[in-house]
């Protein structure tokens, strides 16, 4: 219970310093469970816009660069190690869960065959639908639209659309050999 208290006082209190430091770029209800040790941040001109009761775990890592934008709606769960880049635009629905270490990307680095790897980006955007229940692993990158009620499975890299009321599972192999 004091745990609980603890939290509770806590979220109040970086609401306030959030619409401090953000001003109008930073959107939130004052009821949240966000972990002291989650990092929650906005980069540049970007906006992050959090709806009521969401809890965000201990470690997970939402980053928004940019002119970036953020939104995740009311009632969602992300587990420990989650990590959301936003360059572009991520935007979560309603009621979802994330299983731990589940990834999210609006963007990639470009590379060529000449110049290899840059640190200039392409980005796009990722949208999640309401009551969705992304699996421990999963890792989303842009371009992808999940549909609502949708299961992505453990494991899962998903970057296009994902009509709603699916089931995503990887098809993996389990080979078992004697050691000689």
Not at 112 to 125: A, F, K, N
Request: hydrophobic fraction near 40%.
């Amino acid at each position: 219970m004091i745990r609980f208290f603890f939290l509770v006082v806590y979220n109040i209190f970086m609401f306030v310093v959030n619409k401090f430091r953000y001003g109008s770029r930073w959107s939130s209800h004052w009821l949240q469970r966000i972990s002291p040790s989650a990092n929650v941040k906005i980069f540049g001109n970007g906006c992050i816009s959090i709806g009521r009761n969401n809890e965000i775990s201990a470690d997970c890592d939402i980053q928004v660069h940019g002119k970036g934008r953020f939104s995740i709606g009311d009632g969602s769960y992300m587990n420990r190690f989650c990590m959301i880049s936003a360059h572009n635009s991520v935007s979560i629905g309603n009621h979802c869960m994330f299983g731990p270490c589940v990834k999210i990307f609006d963007n990639n680095h470009r590379f060529s065959r000449e110049e290899g790897v840059s640190s200039d980006l392409t980005v796009g955007s990722v949208r999640i639908g309401d009551n969705c229940w992304i699996a421990s692993n999963v890792i989303i990158l842009k371009g992808a639209e999940i549909g609502d009620n949708c299961v992505i499975g453990a494991g899962c890299l998903i970057s296009g659309v994902v009509p709603s009321g699916s089931i995503v599972k990887m098809k993996q192999e389990q080979i078992i050999q004697e050691i000689k």
